[in-house]
């Protein structure tokens, strides 16, 4: 019985002992931070731009075109919208994919086409940047938008508070990349009609 005591305080030094290097060594590479792969102040500029490119095209704000509302699922919203675009910004030409997220007290298709102000809620975005951009996912730029065009914020566990766009999600278990990764096809779009050059 001693000698169980003693291997485990063994063990339990052990740990603590490894648990301190490994503390130390962090703590030695001058406070290094994993930056997030989205939400830079580059990330938050394109997403910017981006608005603005979709705005010109009448994809969003006050004169924004009208497709048929249909039933949707989370973490969208309960009824979406979707249209599609070829748009440039920064003289780059892509597909930009447009998801109108609509939510709220006694929403229906119907409801949301009599008036889609009342309950949009959010406008999600992938837009196709040139080869190289994020060549491991296709190269889709993801932002979540306000109704405005501001950006949604995501707090971290760590405190960190994070825009949604870029890379959203990248290398994370959950997110718009790993989600819209199982989309048939490869191309990371869910919507059959939707076709991606």
């Known amino acids: 019985m001693n000698f169980t005591k003693i291997t485990l305080t063994k063990t339990t030094l052990l740990i603590t002992v490894t648990t301190s290097i490994l ?10 931070k994993m930056k997030p792969p989205m939400g830079s102040a580059q990330d938050v500029t394109d997403a910017n731009n981006v608005w603005q490119a979709l705005k010109s095209v009448n994809l969003v704000g006050n004169n924004r075109k009208k497709s048929h509302p249909y039933k949707g699922q989370h973490p969208h919203g309960a009824v979406l ?5 070829t748009i440039t910004v920064d003289g780059h030409t892509g597909l930009a994919i447009v998801k109108r997220n609509y939510g709220g007290k006694g929403i229906s298709n119907a409801s ?18 040139e080869s190289g951009y994020n060549s491991d996912n296709e190269d889709w730029f993801w932002a979540k938008y306000k109704t405005n065009g501001g950006l949604h914020v995501k707090e971290m566990k760590n405190g960190m508070k994070i825009k ?12 718009c990349i790993s989600c ?18």
């Open 23 to 32: 503390l130390a060594s962090c703590s030695s590479m001058g406070g290094m």
């Open 81 to 85: 919208e979707t249209l599609h675009e």
């Open 112 to 129: 949301v086409a009599q008036n889609r102000t009342k309950y949009l809620k959010a406008v999600t975005v992938m837009f196709k940047r």
């Open 180 to 197: 819209h990764k199982a989309a048939g096809g490869g191309d990371y779009v869910f919507a059959d009609k939707i076709k991606v050059n």
């Open 164 to 175: 949604l766009a870029g890379r959203v999600a990248k290398g994370m278990p959950s997110g």
